[in-house]
């Protein structure tokens, strides 16, 4: 019997690495983790890390061989290999972590952003597997988005396409201060912490009781937001539809610009259903041009939010393969 | 000798329908036009243009083969070569203008919108001859855009994408009124029609004289305008600097969507030269995230005001061509 070919899927997070052996359906056959933060050297983190996939595939029952490695990474830049810049990673500057991967192996390697990685394995795996235009909008921390024009990835010229969230609201002054040192990104509205920003400007503008007023900044979260909003909770509802309204009046531009069949949420914010999808489909329609009124349909992902980013990285192998 | 290819290009507008043979290197051997608005019914337009185009053939000195017909029109549909509710031409409704061309020709017969028909003209023709990824930005009584991707004219699900002229300036209430039935469109600040209606807001907020004070709406265009401004009229130069902040602040959009190597100016309002671009330029930076800044060209188109129309037509189906 033929060997199973198996991808190896690579999330690379600030607190942990996770990767995964995935197969072409989307099954993972076996994964495990070791400690981002652990590494301050690049090259000791990707000895260990690739040593550690070495030992979790003896665990794997049937006869596999391994065909690529998908890694998706805060700022991951798929022309070059590289991770640049990022934030939240131990390692400064740009980090030719392609590079680095084949002094181990002369397999291919993949490197991307997560937002690119989870508009790829809704391709390959999810609710964009017949689709060719389709776009994803992840909303975590903070919000990416990946486009996939003619059932190719878009990179961009410079690999950065797709950085919805940082595009801004409205033209000159906004109050809000972005992570990324400008103010009034679409990130700062739209994203876990959006939402908990925009529940604070609605608690200080109304006078209305609410269970949330108990809280802390610090201790609020989507999902308490998303509990208080189901019991009926009126400042929560309100904190989500204002959420919702301004992901819809972008939606509306990323229609415009490359006019997609579907856009496809993911994360944490997309598991609040209604309460995100009805005020962001409402207010992309009321901001489309006529030609585009009722035709771009606003889905859930379909990958399991659980594994996305372990699958997204691996699609990125399957899609390559299959080109 | 061989015969030399040629294509006819088509450019369908309100008043007047121009067509030209061109060769492969942009040279237009020979032109003509007949009256768009003389032909109540498509199928009598059709007719007529094309008998026209073939008397117009004899004209060429040069032994030649047509190889194909591109069209450019408003709203022109490239996915199902057609016209789709274009609100300044005589026919209503859904026009197969390409089926209806077939009557006459087994020839390929390419349809799209004057945007992405210039988008393409620059790409076989002008500016961005080695480019892969960019944007051009049409400017003349509207804003129209053509996306190119990985050296593919981006059509979208629908064959509508690049209507960047509709997309919102802000999210809620504007005071401008577009011609879509919507408010606040890019267009309504950024086209020649948008810079009259920025300059009567300036005129109405200051006191300043102005040599544009003595002209009424229907009396100004883009061109005394930037008269005025180069002669140093104060109020002409906000009107611009205004226009070119609006255009610069979406053209930071474009980039965190696609990404590309430059964006292209096009139309009327681009020969004002450093009175738009400065502006656009300075805000579009302003606004990108650090990993774009300074890596995006802003330039001039390079095909002549002119021919373009009839260029970016022709160019469409040598890009077919030469996939």
Redesign the interface.
């Known amino acids: 019997m033929a060997k199973k070919q198996l991808v190896v899927g690579i999330d690379i997070g600030g607190t942990n690495t996770v990767f995964g052996f995935v197969d072409r359906e989307g099954n993972i056959l076996a994964e495990d983790r070791i400690k981002t933060a652990h590494y301050e050297k690049i090259e000791e983190y990707v000895a260990a890390l690739y040593e550690k996939i070495m030992v979790t595939q003896l665990k794997i029952k049937d006869e596999n061989e391994i065909i690529g490695f998908g890694i998706g990474a805060p700022?991951g830049n798929i022309n070059k290999g590289t991770i640049?810049?990022a934030a939240g990673l131990p390692w400064k500057g740009i980090i030719p972590i392609a590079d680095l991967f084949k002094r181990y192996t002369s397999l291919p390697v993949v490197v991307t952003n997560d937002a690119n990685a989870a508009a790829v394995g809704e391709m390959i795996y999810g609710g964009a597997r017949k689709m060719?235009?389709f776009v994803v909008i992840t909303l975590g921390t903070g919000l990416g988005s990946g486009?996939v024009?003619?059932g190719?990835l878009?990179?961009?010229?410079?690999?950065?396409?797709?950085?919805?969230g940082?595009?801004?609201?409205?033209?000159g002054p906004s109050n809000r201060e972005c992570g990324?040192?400008?103010k009034g990104c679409l990130e700062t509205y739209v994203s876990a912490t959006g939402l908990k920003r925009t529940l604070l400007k609605v608690m200080a503008d109304s006078i209305q009781p609410s269970e949330l007023r108990k809280f802390s900044f610090d201790e609020l979260d989507a999902e308490l937001i998303h509990e208080a909003a189901k019991r009926g909770d009126d400042l929560a509802k309100r904190a989500f539809e204002h959420t919702g309204?301004?992901l819809g009046?972008k939606l509306?531009?990323?229609v415009?610009?490359?006019?997609?069949?579907a856009i496809f949420l993911f994360g944490g914010l997309a598991l609040a259903k209604e309460l995100i999808f009805e005020p962001a489909k409402e207010?992309m329609e009321e901001?489309l041009?006529?030609?585009?009124k009722g035709?771009?349909k606003l889905l859930p992902s379909e990958l399991s939010t659980q594994n996305a980013a372990v699958l997204g990285a691996s699609s990125l192998i399957w899609s390559i393969k299959e080109l």
Request: aromatic share 14%; proline share 4%.
């Open positions: 700022m640049e810049y060719k235009n486009f024009i003619d190719k878009v990179y961009g010229h410079d690999g950065f396409a797709g950085e919805l940082h595009t801004a609201i409205r033209p990324c040192g400008r309204r301004m009046f509306a531009d990323v415009a610009h490359t006019n997609p069949e207010f901001n041009l006529h030609i585009y035709k771009v």
